[in-house]
């Protein structure tokens, strides 16, 4: 089956948190084969 892509919008400040119960429940749904990755953008912000 072809992969997918999604885009999940969140909250400021809970990016990583969401990522890591998408994780989870990808587990223990038993999902790990249909899901690559979760990955969370970031950008480095220099003052």
């Known amino acids: 089956m ?3 892509w999604y885009s999940v919008s969140v ?9 890591e119960q998408i994780k ?4 223990e749904a038993g999902l790990g ?3 690559d990755e979760v990955l ?7 003052e």
Not at 40 to 46: A, K, Q, Y
């Open 2 to 4: 072809a992969k997918r």
């Open 11 to 19: 909250l400021s400040n809970f990016e990583k948190k969401i990522a």
């Open 24 to 27: 989870t429940a990808v587990a």
């Open 33 to 35: 084969e249909e899901i």
């Open 40 to 46: 969370v953008p970031t950008e480095e912000v220099i």
